[in-house]
């Protein structure tokens, strides 16, 4: 990655005039004309911040990366319109057929298309483009066009094919990896076909294999550097609040956070342990970590499914995390039913649950789905790090392995500490992991070493 850091004075050629004597404001504005006068708050590059414009060069990927309110979205849709507008109205630009690809396609079209910030507030009359809902498509008079995509289908990139993409909010994409996989085969026309990302950043994979490649740039940016655009409550407060915390530095700065301090699993661990294989399994078990309220603010319900190899001493067992297939907002039934279908999936022969919050209930709701359902309750008597210590020691053991497209899990691993989980809300996938290699392998392994009294 080349990066371009735009350093801590941020001014753009309005800042510039701004501060000018009024002698120089008066020069610059009587000899730009009334053509210019009227063109001047579509001329992106008089107002855009440093880190807003493209970098110099032939890279492939520029990602913005910075903190809420920098500017990024802002300059996502600018850059757009730099690619698909001409010198006139109807003159081609450098790109055609561009990809729009948000979280979601209300998103794409509330935030990315018509935002305070979006392509058709930046737009100037005579180059608006028309929104085409039914299609979800966006088309310039020159004929260029630009198709909206969900990050939740990335199938839905499979077949159409483009010149220049714009990307929203990777990192918190719940399917980042297939998507932008998708999107790198779809980007095939033209001599040089170009992505915007713009993104707060995550801690996760798809972000930093993006980051590392050669052909990627990145510009920077903390949310003050936008400070003249934003409430000065909602800074104050932000500032107050998450001043010198991880979420602020990460949240506000901008900054890509490397593993918490003491972090019982970090990054390059995982990195180390992903397979693209798993061979054949002896036990597979989903372990449930369930949310007794629903909703959207509720906790989500962690549901994890792993499978291990239990043969010969236990110091040779193996164990293989297949997938996380946690779920959030769907009530009692729902995380039941989703847990019912990991089972059937991948095999299970067992459904694992904590029940301190629900108790009894817990089982119940899940025998209302399946009543033959092979169940064990587990209650918590010890915190959440001293059951996650020995299963973070089998990891540095090497004897855990993870298959692809465990993002949100591996996240909240990377934030589970010694003095407790640094993440927002409750590490509930990592709880159903937890869960899940203390029924296959913590647990026999230590029933296995103890010791056998002889009754005489």
């Known amino acids: 990655m080349r990066s371009t850091w735009s350093g801590p004075d941020l001014r753009s050629g309005a800042d510039w005039l701004a501060s000018a004597p009024a002698a120089v404001r008066d020069i610059f504005l009587s000899e730009i004309g009334e053509g210019g006068l009227c063109a001047l708050p579509f001329l992106f590059e ?43 109205p109807f003159d081609e630009g450098e790109a055609q057929r561009v990809a729009l690809v948000g979280e979601t396609f209300d998103q794409v079209r ?74 790198q085969f779809a980007l095939r026309l033209g001599e040089r076909p170009r992505v915007c990302v713009t993104t707060t950043p995550r801690n996760v994979k798809v972000l930093k294999d993006l980051l590392a490649a050669p052909s990627t740039v990145m510009t920077h940016a903390p949310t003050e550097a936008n400070r003249a655009n934003l409430a000065e409550s909602f800074l104050e407060e932000v500032r107050a609040r998450y001043a010198g915390t991880r979420l602020g530095r990460q949240e506000l700065d901008g900054v890509l956070l490397a593993d918490a301090e003491g972090a019982l699993w970090t990054g390059s661990m995982l990195d180390a342990v992903r397979v ?22 509720a906790d989500a319900c962690g549901i994890v499914v792993v499978g291990a190899q239990v ?88 004897r855990v392995f993870h298959v692809a497209r465990l993002e949100a899990l591996e996240e909240q691993m990377c934030q589970m500490t010694a003095r407790g989980f640094e993440g927002q809300g409750s590490p509930d996938r990592v709880d159903a992991l937890v869960w899940a290699l203390h029924e296959l392998v913590v647990g026999p392994a230590a029933a296995f070493r103890r010791p056998r009294v002889r009754v005489l």
Not at 67 to 84: I, L, N, P
Not at 146 to 172: C, N, Y
Request: with cysteine; aromatic share 8%; proline share 7%.
């Open 46 to 88: 008089f107002w855009a911040l440093p880190h807003q414009l493209p970098p110099e060069g032939d890279w492939r990927s520029w990602v913005i990366m910075g903190g809420r309110g920098a500017g990024k979205t802002r300059a996502g849709a600018e850059w757009v319109r730099s690619m698909v507008e001409g010198g006139k």
């Open 110 to 183: 509330d935030v990315m298309i018509f935002g305070e910030s979006g392509i058709m507030q930046c737009s100037p009359p005579d180059r608006r483009p028309q929104w085409k809902a039914s299609e979800r498509k966006l088309v310039w008079p020159n004929g260029a066009e630009a198709q909206a995509f969900s990050a939740h289908d990335p199938e839905g990139l499979r077949g159409p094919q483009f010149d220049a993409a714009w990307v929203d909010e990777l990192a918190k994409w719940k399917k980042a990896g297939e998507t932008w996989d998708m999107l």
């Open 276 to 297: 693209k294989a798993v061979p054949e399994l002896d036990r597979v078990v989903v372990a449930l970590d369930p949310a007794v309220t629903g909703g959207s603010g």
């Open 311 to 398: 043969q010969g001493a236990p110091e040779d067992w193996r164990a293989y995390v297949l997938a996380d297939r946690t779920v959030q907002g769907v009530g009692p039934a729902g995380w039941a039913r989703a847990a019912i279908d990991a089972m059937d999936e991948f095999g299970a022969e067992r459904l694992v649950a904590e029940i301190n919050q629900g108790g009894q209930l817990v089982e119940e709701v899940v025998r209302q789905v399946d009543p033959l359902v092979p169940f064990r309750a587990v209650r918590a008597s010890r915190g959440k790090v001293a059951r996650a210590e020995p299963v973070a020691a089998l990891y540095e053991q090497g």
